[in-house]
T-cell receptor, first 112, second 116 residues
Framework: KQEVTQIPAALSVPEGENLVLNCSFT??????LQWFRQDPGKGLTSLLL?????REQTSGRLNASLDKSSGRSTLYIAASQPGDSATYLC???????????FGKGTHLIIQP | EPEVTQTPSHQVTQMGQEVILRCVPI?????FYWYRQILGQKVEFLVS????????KSEIFDDQFSVERPDGSNFTLKIRSTKLEDSAMYFC??????????????FGPGTRLTVT
């Protein structure tokens, strides 16, 4: 059974810093990995999707990498801003499954 | 930009009552999903639906749950006899079929279900 773990569970940094959020998964036979942002009491906003054949994807100040063989992904946020404060979720789609398996998320606070 | 919508945003019901949660997926999408998130816990997959039938379901999705696409736009989740432990945020998601990012799932804002 696929398990997804995100470290750290919470992170608080001053504005302007670059930061890295980590995601690991136990079964490397994934089809893709998706990073989401969740604001308190709200839905999930898709940030980046990486196919299993890709090594990284970029969108603006966000860069996500994938090392499928070691079961790891990182989300790099450059020049963090207070508006980046949210919970960041990592989710994987298994090769034989349609539903996503989620991690518990990293709660990020960017201090002004 | 097209988005997934869900109604109601908050539903309060008594234990044992039936509830129907509604979703309008993005119009050209073909795959539809329900997930739930109990407060403080992970988002969990419930069911996926394609071509008017369930394509996959988790062990959470037992006989008290059902899904339906009653017309060309709505996708519903019915819980027949609610329990206290059904209290959660329920998310609907959808995706298209084909194209480079065909497996990217788009989520709605959620329905908060409170069972008393």
């Amino acid at each position: 059974k696929q398990e997804v773990t995100q470290i750290p569970a919470a992170l608080s940094v001053p504005e302007g810093e670059n930061l890295v959020l980590n995601c690991s998964f136990t079964d490397s036979a994934i089809y893709n990995l998706q990073w989401f942002r969740q604001d308190p009491g709200k839905g999930l906003t898709s940030l980046l999707l990486i196919q299993s054949s890709q090594r990284e994807q970029t969108s603006g100040r966000l860069n996500a990498s994938l090392d499928k063989s070691s079961g790891r992904s990182t989300l790099y946020i450059a020049a963090s801003q207070p508006g980046d404060s949210a919970t960041y979720l990592c989710a994987v789609k298994g090769g034989g499954a349609d539903g996503l398996t989620f991690g518990k998320g990293t709660h990020l606070i960017i201090q002004p | 930009e097209p988005e997934v919508t869900q109604t109601p945003s908050h539903q309060v019901t008594q234990m044992g009552q039936e509830v129907i949660l509604r979703c309008v997926p993005i119009s050209n999408h073909l795959y539809f999903y329900w997930y739930r998130q109990i407060l403080g816990q992970k988002v969990e997959f419930l069911v996926s639906f394609y071509n008017n039938e369930i394509s996959e379901k988790s062990e959470i999705f037992d006989d008290q749950f059902s899904v339906e696409r009653p017309d060309g736009s709505n996708f519903t989740l019915k819980i027949r006899s609610t329990k206290l432990e059904d209290s959660a945020m329920y998310f609907c998601a959808s995706r298209t079929d084909g194209g480079r990012n065909s497996y990217e799932q788009y989520f709605g804002p959620g329905t908060r279900l409170t069972v008393t």
